[in-house]
């Protein structure tokens, strides 16, 4: 496994505060991800890093920024929350663009 | 508009049987598939996966089929075993497998009775 850890695993936050959520993985994989899972909408992108200081959006980005300063950590952050924002989050990591991913066990996010 | 759907959200099955999971796509232009499983409280594992130029890919119990011309893959698991119990994602990607142009389906979750 790629030895990829989320910090916090449960969150519950108020509706306008900021949050933070940490990737750190081990296998100094290239690649990292910040996928949402949702019913009805299984996971999807919001952002992704291709090397430190390298990142882009992905499909669901609005309302996230990301940061990595260095290449086991990637930090997702939630400026001001919203209750959409309540969902399961998880990192993920590959060593190429096609690799398979590897996926950390995910942050629950509650926004009240 | 979902481009990888997974139309059943749940399956059940008895041990030792087989298990098929279904999932259809509608961009044309997909040409790399792959499965992940998810259990319970844990993230997602890569499980097997397909480039458009296969039909058939196969790991062991696992089997993935692709029908280009129907849209569709599907991946068989036999003989099912009660582990195999999980949430299974299909994804597609129409850039050879890039990982951030991976479109996930929504899931489906296979019981395996005793």
């Known amino acids: 496994d790629a030895g990829i850890t989320q910090s916090p695993r449960h969150k519950v936050t108020e509706t306008g505060t900021p949050v933070t959520l940490r990737c750190h993985q081990t296998?100094?994989?290239?690649?990292m991800y910040w996928y949402r899972q949702d019913p009805g909408h299984g996971l999807r992108l919001i952002h992704y890093s291709y090397g430190v200081k390298d990142t882009d959006k992905g499909e669901v980005s609005d309302g996230y920024s990301v940061s990595r300063s260095k290449t086991e950590d990637f930090l997702l952050t939630l400026e001001s929350a919203t209750s959409s924002q309540t969902s399961v989050y998880f990192c993920a990591s590959g060593q190429a663009l096609n690799s398979p991913l590897h996926f950390g066990n995910g942050t629950r996010l509650t926004v009240t | 508009d979902q481009q990888v759907k997974q139309n059943s959200p749940s399956l059940s099955v008895q041990e030792g049987r087989i298990s098929i999971l279904n999932c259809d796509y509608t961009n044309s232009m997909f040409d790399y598939f792959l499965w992940y499983k998810k259990y319970p409280a844990e993230g997602p594992t890569f499980l097997i996966s397909?480039?458009?130029?296969?039909d058939k890919n196969e790991d062991g119990r696992f089997t993935v089929f692709l029908n280009k011309s129907a849209k569709h893959l599907s991946l068989h698991i036999v003989p099912s075993q009660p582990g195999d119990s999980a949430v299974y994602f299909c994804a597609a990607s129409d850039y050879g497998g890039a990982t951030n142009k991976l479109i996930f389906g929504t899931g489906t979750l296979l019981a395996v009775q005793p």
């Open positions: 397909i480039s458009s130029i296969k």
């Open positions: 296998e100094n994989h290239r690649y």
